[in-house]
């Protein structure tokens, strides 16, 4: 699927009559309005000029240093200065084509990834290497060979964490190997990391960056999903070295994320609980999910086979042999449903019986409406032959 009908599906899912299982959206019933405008108004009372006012490259000290706290806490050893405040993970992504890719150079990633990282490596003219998946992650056999076949390998993406598009979640030894791996060819990891904390069940494990002892690894982290995506405030975690020539890939495109923004949730932070907000979120999203569990149980067809994720916000869908979930979007577009076909996630764009499905933003009424909506035309289809 090219970039122009995946714009066509994204903006068939935004028209109001439409169920859109398509984009990645929280519930906007989740957004903390009330203290996000109390946060506002005290910056713009104690802080408004400078609010107003450019600010550093790297991002504002005071949120940057709440986050060091808040990462540290989580395993990662890090203060303020190996921060940098992005506008949203997806300049992250941008950022780092700018700092280590070059035309011809390849990327390695797990196979299917999110869509939109493949869409940034692919603007640097930079080749995809996918690497074979399973349900503990990236298979370590299979970087190996791809890793002693191609060297212009020159970076590794990955979302180990209820992975887009799949929500599967790397098990702790699979980091660990893949980790070594990197380290031994000394390739670059970028991990992805937007979902980590929207867990329902099961354990957390450790990212890979609270185990790189060698500085390999950039974290990347984002508010998108804890507290809110239109406020597009992200961050890059990295050696001191390596933040700065992020840091001068930045200046070379907007200068520094929103002073005003930063502040605002600086201040937000001071004042409010992020891990109570969260823990709201993962009662909500666990419900949403379970929903959508059991509609595909009982309205998908026979032989269809789907992920649990236990966090995250995507759960992967895999139809039987019959469906292509390219050549249904017409159809489901005409009875007002959406969904993301798998073929987009894919380097290849070779699977063609896989859709991902997002659960965080439909209500329990629009839920079991839009997914017995897909169920009948899935099984209508499969009925044609």
């Keep these: 699927m090219d970039t122009e009908i995946l714009r066509q599906t994204l903006a068939l899912a935004a028209q109001k009559e439409v169920i859109s299982f398509a984009g990645g959206l929280p519930a906007p019933e989740s957004f903390p309005v009330e203290a996000m405008r109390q946060a506002t108004d005290e910056v713009y009372r104690t802080q408004g000029r400078a609010a107003l006012q450019y600010g550093p490259s790297s991002g504002y000290l005071p949120l940057r240093e709440k986050l060091a706290q808040?990462?540290?806490?989580?395993?990662?050893?890090?203060?303020?200065?190996?921060?940098?405040?992005?506008?949203?993970?997806?300049?992250?992504?941008?950022?780092?084509g700018k700092v280590f890719l070059e035309p011809g150079d390849l990327v390695v990633c797990e196979n299917p990834t999110y869509l939109a990282a493949l869409t940034v490596f692919r603007s640097y003219e930079c080749g995809l290497l996918p690497i074979e998946t399973d349900d503990d992650g990236m298979v370590p056999e299979d970087l190996e060979r791809q890793l002693a076949a191609h060297p212009k390998v020159r970076l590794m993406y990955i979302i180990p964490s209820f992975q887009n598009p799949t929500g599967r979640t790397w098990s702790l030894e699979r980091r660990k190997q893949i980790l070594e791996i990197a380290?031994?060819?000394?390739?670059?990891?970028?991990?992805?990391?937007?979902?980590?904390?929207?867990?329902?069940?099961?354990?957390t494990v450790p990212t890979l960056k609270s185990m790189d002892a060698t500085g390999i690894v950039t974290y990347m982290g984002s508010f998108s999903k804890v507290l809110s995506p239109g406020i597009r405030l992200g961050w890059l975690l990295a050696e001191r070295g390596l933040i700065e020539k992020y840091e001068s890939a930045k200046e070379c495109a907007d200068l520094q994320a929103s002073t005003l923004t930063q502040m605002v949730v600086d201040t937000y932070l001071e004042h409010n609980d992020l891990d109570a907000n969260i823990r709201r979120l993962n009662d909500l999203y666990r419900g949403r999910r379970d929903r959508m569990l059991a509609l595909l149980a009982s309205e998908f067809p026979e032989g269809?086979?789907?992920?649990?994720?236990?966090?995250?916000?995507?759960?992967?869908?895999?139809m039987p042999e019959g469906i292509d979930t390219d050549a249904l979007l017409p159809t489901m577009a005409a009875h007002k449903a959406a969904y993301i076909p798998g073929r987009t996630f894919f380097a290849d764009g070779n699977e063609r019986r896989c859709l991902r499905l997002n659960y965080s933003n439909?209500?329990?009424?629009?839920?079991?409406?839009?997914?017995?909506?897909?169920?009948?035309?899935?099984?209508d289809a499969l009925a044609k032959g």
Excluded: K
């Design 362 to 379: 439909a209500s329990e009424e629009d839920m079991t409406r839009g997914m017995t909506i897909m169920g009948q035309v899935f099984r």
């Design 70 to 96: 808040r990462l540290t806490g989580q395993g990662i050893s890090c203060t303020a200065e190996n921060i940098l405040i992005v506008s949203g993970s997806q300049q992250g992504l941008d950022l780092a």
């Design 304 to 318: 269809s086979r789907w992920t649990h994720p236990c966090g995250g916000l995507f759960l992967w869908v895999t």
């Design 183 to 203: 380290r031994r060819y000394e390739l670059p990891i970028l991990e992805d990391n937007p979902y980590g904390e929207l867990r329902y069940e099961g354990e």
